[in-house]
């Protein structure tokens, strides 16, 4: 009987070790991807912070429809936006060509 117990008790130790390893892995992964969303959060909170404040920019440009994304009001998409909107769209093509360049 006591054989079990040490068998199980193995087990349990293995099957920890695989969870801890399996979370450190997935915290470092989420991390790296808040700094690609967030290039100057240093914590989940200055994150949030700057998530908010997009959030809210987005909602005052809108003209109050609701928070929906305000395009000028044409298929032109993104130029209807303004030069603000211009810069995110430059940024974000630079980011995913230096992404890409990297690989």
């Known amino acids: 009987m006591s054989i079990w117990i ?3 008790w193995i ?3 293995i099957l920890t070790a695989v969870n801890v390893f399996v979370f450190l892995k997935l915290k470092g992964a989420s991390e790296q991807m808040m700094k690609m969303a967030f290039p100057g959060a240093k914590d989940m ?3 949030m912070a700057q998530m908010q404040q997009m959030m809210s920019g987005m909602s005052r440009g809108s ?3 609701g928070g929906m994304p ?3 009001g044409r298929a032109g998409g993104a130029k ?3 030069k603000n909107m211009d810069a995110q769209l430059k ?4 980011m995913l060509q230096n ?3 990297k690989r």
């Open 6 to 8: 040490i068998i199980s």
């Open 63 to 65: 003209g109050g429809r």
């Open 70 to 72: 305000n395009f000028g």
């Open 11 to 13: 087990c349990v130790a």
């Open 91 to 94: 940024a974000a093509m630079d």
């Open 45 to 47: 909170n200055q994150a």
């Open 80 to 82: 209807g936006g303004g």
């Open 99 to 101: 992404m890409q360049k």
